[in-house]
DNA sequence: GCCGTTTTCGGCCCGACTGTTTTCAGTCG
């Protein structure tokens, strides 16, 4: 049996959904869509356990999964797809991937682009549209085929990078198997991976072998590569030589491994890791020293002066090391050299997460089942922050809902102090922020809780002052704590709404409202150079993991690396605090 | 297609916005 992996078959799973919305199927759709979200919140492979229990395994441990749909995932991991699936693609031929990422089109206008214009692929419809075809088609016009070309451009702009979260836990699996050839020395993924960059264009993976101190060749090389292209992962080998292999993964992102001599893997490490400015910015020093530098190390002439650690290489140009998150010429080569780099917060320093949305919204998992995820997380406190009432499509909770929700919360608080484990659910919200900058509930339903967070979920085009404005008004309540996902990006999905980002970094320190870095892979907002402005302003940060599902904890850190690449320490970051420190905190900014 | 049940069929989060229309379809959250 083929193996394919939870995200592969939610992928199907969607790509039914979207399928059957395109023929009006009613219903159906949403079934779909649902279980592809749990599939991808599941913390075990479908495809184990279909081998445990078979078909009625997968029903009873997958939510919504009744038996047709585990039917389709039988077939699906027999034979990697299902004939529902091809029957309806047959309809239909196009690359819904491709076109379902142009904002503004959904299902029933990739179909009327189709069945008119027989547009298959966002190349087609980029065609179609400045031949000025589109707006002339039913339920099109001059603005729609605008949009859609507006859409293609910014499309453009992201196409071939992937997000870090989406990269992690493909480096990682190939990291621990290239560990594991006989002869292998280090292993480091560099590049934009270990920059902690947002996205990823590909994976740059340095491999030193045992032994083989200033040259690479022989055996122990040649059994590294061999395994590198015979990976599972691997699509399509395109490049497959002795020191340097390069291959096209499955899941489409470029790998390239390479093998470095033990004596200038830091070297190597060097110049793989920083960014090109900051490789510019490192060359120039040791030209102004009399050195050269390279990957293979930092020569005096022909005798190489350092190369086998980083530390080596930086010292002997003057500089202390530095976080790879820093190394892009913003400032910490200066830094670096008096002596003057921040402490970075560490990985694995939060004690809280302040979002996170139980399925009395529009979470996965009941109250219970976050706060025991995000014990295992090693967390010690959790705040439910559900969506607030104008959110129709959650559910959003009421005043009497958030008071429901609240004996709920303090009847799991009241077992959990009996028991030995330390852990506290907070009372809280993910409260929209109305048009007018007003809040979606009443502030006696507020005043209930820990902590009261907002966010804006609606009117994503207000003009730059309108917006500032409104969620400035929204700062100015003197019961607000926390403003969740600052501009409202989604990365190459969304652009951040039109706000004077630094007006609300002003007002949130102003004002006493921390700011949050969310850190869901798709969202890590706010970005790095936010952060480092909320860092200097003297504003308050959070790290949350906007968990929707008992599994997303493990997303906390890549907020943590956001506040890395943003300069931020432990200090600047409030749920790095025990419980009760961070409420107080939280809680005196309001009285500054 | 799934769920829940007053079990084997009826209901399924819904409201706002946009651009197309002149009463609504499609998309988004």
Not at 335 to 356: E, H, M, N, V, W
Not at 433 to 448: F, M, R, V, Y
Not at 491 to 514: C, H, L, N, T, W
Request: hydrophobic share 40%; charged share 30%.
């Amino acid at each position: 049996m083929r193996h394919i992996t939870n995200h592969e078959i939610a992928g199907l799973l969607n790509e039914m959904a979207v399928l059957y919305d395109m023929e009006g199927v009613p219903f159906k759709p949403r079934a779909y869509e649902k279980v592809a979200q749990n599939v991808e919140a599941l913390d075990r492979e479908v495809a184990d356990i279909y081998k445990e229990g078979g078909v009625e395994a997968l029903r009873r441990e997958i939510p919504n999964v009744g038996e047709g749909i585990a039917r389709h995932l039988e077939e699906i991991l027999k034979t990697g797809t299902f004939g529902e699936l091809k029957k309806y693609k047959k309809k239909v031929p196009v690359k819904l991937d491709e076109l379902m990422g142009i904002g503004g089109l959904g299902p029933k206008s990739i179909r009327t682009l189709y069945v008119k214009l027989k547009i298959k692929n966002v190349k087609e419809l980029e065609r179609a549209a400045r031949a000025n075809k589109i707006s002339k088609l039913p339920h099109f016009g001059a603005k729609s085929q605008e949009k859609i070309l507006k859409g293609i451009a910014f499309s453009k702009k992201h196409v071939g990078r992937f997000l870090l979260g989406a990269v992690d836990p493909i480096a990682r699996v190939i990291e621990e198997r290239l560990k594991r050839v006989s002869g292998v020395g280090h292993v480091t993924t560099a590049g934009s991976y270990r920059r902690r960059q947002e996205t990823i264009g590909d994976i740059d993976i340095l491999v030193s072998i045992r032994g083989q101190a200033t040259s690479v060749s022989g055996l122990a090389t040649k059994r590294i590569m061999d395994a590198f292209v015979h990976m599972p992962e691997v699509a399509r080998v395109l490049a497959h030589g002795p020191t340097k292999s390069m291959v096209r993964l499955k899941s489409g992102i470029q790998c390239d491994v390479r093998v470095v001599p033990e004596q200038s893997y830091g070297a190597a490490l060097q110049y793989f890791t920083g960014d090109k400015t900051h490789n510019v910015e490192t060359r120039k020093i040791a030209i102004k020293k009399g050195l050269k530098l390279s990957e293979y190390g930092l020569f005096r002439g022909k005798r190489m002066v350092a190369g086998r650690t980083e530390e080596e290489v930086y010292r002997a140009l003057g500089l202390k090391w530095m976080e790879p998150e820093l190394r892009t010429a913003s400032g910490e080569i200066e830094a670096a050299r008096a002596g003057k780099l921040p402490k970075l917060i560490p990985y694995g320093s939060l004690r809280g997460d302040l979002q996170t949305q139980s399925n009395w919204t529009d979470g996965n998992n009941s109250i219970a089942e976050m706060a025991r995820a995000a014990m295992a997380a090693g967390l010690e406190y959790i705040a439910i922050t559900d969506h607030t009432r104008s959110l129709a499509m959650t559910g959003g909770l009421d005043e009497r809902g958030l008071a429901r929700q609240g004996k709920e919360i303090d009847a799991f608080n009241r077992e959990f102090t009996d028991d030995s484990s330390q852990f506290t659910v907070l009372k809280g919200t993910e409260c929209n922020i109305l048009k007018d900058g007003k809040l979606d509930l009443a502030d006696s339903a507020l005043k209930t809780l820990d902590l009261v967070c907002v966010a804006v979920h609606s009117h994503f085009n207000l003009s730059e002052r309108e917006q500032t404005e409104r969620i400035i008004r929204a700062l100015k309540h003197p019961l607000v704590n926390i403003l969740f996902h600052p501009t409202g990006r989604k990365i190459g999905k969304r652009e951040p709404y039109a706000v004077d980002i630094s007006k609300i970094i002003r007002a949130a320190a102003q004002y006493g409202v921390a700011l949050e870095i969310n850190a869901a892979p798709e969202r890590l907002d706010l970005k790095d150079l936010h952060i480092r402005e909320a860092v200097e302003a003297g504003a308050k940060l959070v790290i949350d993991s906007d968990a929707h599902a008992a599994a997303h904890f493990k997303w906390l850190d890549f907020g943590v690396a956001q506040a890395r690449r943003g300069w931020a320490t432990r200090a600047d970051v409030l749920n790095t605090l025990p419980c009760e420190g961070f409420l107080k905190t939280l809680r005196g900014l309001k009285k500054r």
